[in-house]
Structures are given as structure tokens and as C-alpha cells.
């Protein structure tokens, strides 16, 4: 299992990277629908979707909504005199009300699941309301300043990811060593509260790191805190979320595309919920 694991990894870095930092805005737009479209179809399984036609469907018309939205809102108008498009920002703002609701159904987890449990339906929107933001979110970042510098947006994304990963490992190990006070036990036992705190102050390290790279005023480094925490917070939401889901689909994993790892879903469930609330913060307070 490691070697697979590792083995996947080294092949999809470099594709990561080559495609953030190098892909022509249209084809990133392009690939990211991609990830966004396998998302949905493991989503589909996730909500109880069985059948492999309506799985495809599912995965057809996430696909669909994202090239929509990119045709709807051409790449030169996404950002225009330092404001996102009013369409994206919208979806944004969307997503910040979907992941203030998906806390309480993990809070009151297993209580009034009723209504979205045995509606296959409602789980789907679940979906589409996790993966579209996603979609906008990672595509907002990426063209931020594009004219003046191409890579800015780039960096921008791998600010998301490092702080993210600073916190999963920060977590995985403060929880192991310290863990007592389990997050939500109902919902993925292996998480703790210490091992989420742990994870935040991991994930300081990297805010400090990008304000100074980013030359942030000193009047407004606690913004960058606040949102770089919240930001991190919310991104274990994303994981207990997906976990959640699982729970009730009765599987392990969302898929089995990514040897070692399970599906694209089991890695980037964390980024559907960092990305669009820190892209939302950003577009809001600091762009």
C-alpha cells in the first residue's frame, strides 16, 4: 500500500504542478473540471447512486456547469478593476451559507438526517453545492493579477495547499501524540480537538511565511491570521463531511482511481471546503 501510494504521488506532482503553474488559463480551466467531474461521479456512488448510467450523468452535468461557467464568464472578465465577477462571487457566497449548514449536520450528527439520508437527490445537490464552488474558487485564484503577474494566482493556490497540508500533518501528529478529546467520534473517530488545534498552529508557520513574502502591511497581518485560521478550520470540516457521507453510504473509500490513496475525493475533501471560504474571504477583504 505504501508503495502504490508513493508511487501515485510522484506521478501526480508534477502534473499538479506543471498544470497550476503552466497551463494556459482555458486548459486549467479544463482540468480542473476533470477533477471536479471524477469528484461527482465517486459523489453519485457516495449518495447511494448505484447505477453506472446515472453516476456518468451526474459526472456529465458537473462537467457541463463548470465549461458553462467558463464560456458564461470569459477568462478576461473573471477579475475586472480588482473585483470578481459577480457570478462567481455569488457561487462563493453560496458555498460559505453550504459549509455553515454542513457544520451543523455534523454537530447534530446522526440526529435529523432523516431528510437528506434516504433522498439520493438531495445528497446529489450536497454535491454539486461542494464541487461547483470548488470549481470557481480554484479558477478565481488562479487568474487573480494574471495580466500583471502570471504566477501570482498560482501562488495564491499553493498558499491554500501548503497551510492545508501544514495542518494535516500538524494534526496527524499532535493527535497521535496527544489526542484525548475525539472531534466528532460518530463521524471519523480518528480525529481529535487537539489534533485539530495542533494543525492550526502548524499552519501559522506558513501564514507568517506568506506575509512576509507578500510584504503584508503589519496593520494587517491579524486579517491574514484570521482568515488563514479559518480557512485551515474549515477544511476539516470538508473531511468530516465527506466522512459523514461515507458513514451513511456504508464505504470505506469514494473510489478506487488512485491507487493506494482510494478516490479523488479522499484527497482533496479538505480542499472543497478551504478553497471556496478562503477564496471568499479573499475576493471580499483582501484582493
Not at 503552466?22 to 447505477?51: K, Q
Not at 456529465?60 to 459577480?86: E, K, M, N, P, R
Not at 459549509?99 to 446529489?124: D, G, H, Q
Request: aromatic share 12%; glycine share 8%.
Amino acid at each position: 500500500m505504501l508503495k502504490q501510494r508513493i508511487i501515485t504521488a510522484l506521478i501526480l506532482a508534477p502534473l499538479a504542478l506543471f498544470s497550476i503553474l503552466f497551463l494556459p488559463i482555458f486548459w486549467f480551466e479544463i482540468a480542473i473540471s476533470g477533477v471536479v467531474a471524477i469528484g461527482a461521479y465517486e459523489w453519485a456512488n457516495m449518495s447511494g447512486i448505484c447505477e453506472r448510467p446515472k453516476k456518468i450523468l451526474f459526472m456529465a452535468a458537473a462537467f457541463a456547469i463548470c465549461i458553462s461557467l467558463s464560456l458564461i464568464v470569459d477568462t478576461s472578465v473573471i477579475w475586472y478593476q480588482g473585483q470578481l465577477h459577480d457570478l462567481y462571487h455569488g457561487i462563493l457566497g453560496i458555498a460559505v451559507v453550504w459549509w455553515i449548514v454542513s457544520l451543523f449536520m455534523v454537530l447534530a450528527y446522526p440526529k435529523y438526517t432523516k431528510f437528506w439520508r434516504e433522498s439520493r437527490s438531495v445528497r446529489t445537490v450536497f454535491g454539486l453545492l461542494t464541487l461547483i464552488p470548488t470549481w470557481v474558487a480554484v479558477i478565481a485564484l488562479r487568474t487573480s493579477l494574471h495580466d500583471v503577474d502570471p504566477f501570482y494566482g498560482a501562488s495564491l493556490i499553493f498558499y491554500v495547499l501548503g497551510i492545508v497540508w501544514a495542518a494535516d500533518i500538524g494534526a496527524f501528529f499532535v493527535g497521535v501524540k496527544f489526542g484525548r478529546h475525539k472531534l466528532r467520534p460518530n463521524v471519523s473517530p480518528g480525529k481529535s480537538l487537539e489534533g485539530l488545534l495542533g494543525g492550526i498552529a502548524a499552519s501559522l508557520a506558513i501564514i507568517a511565511f506568506a506575509a512576509l513574502h507578500y510584504q503584508v502591511e503589519p496593520s494587517r497581518i491579524w486579517l491574514h491570521l484570521i482568515i488563514g485560521g479559518i480557512t485551515v478550520a474549515v477544511s476539516a470540516l470538508g473531511d468530516l463531511n465527506e466522512s459523514m457521507l461515507k458513514r451513511c453510504a456504508g464505504i470505506k473509500d469514494s473510489g478506487k482511481i488512485l491507487p493506494g490513496h482510494g478516490g479523488v475525493l479522499d484527497r482533496i475533501d479538505s480542499l472543497t471546503a478551504a478553497f471556496p471560504v478562503f477564496a471568499f474571504c479573499y475576493v471580499t477583504w483582501m484582493a
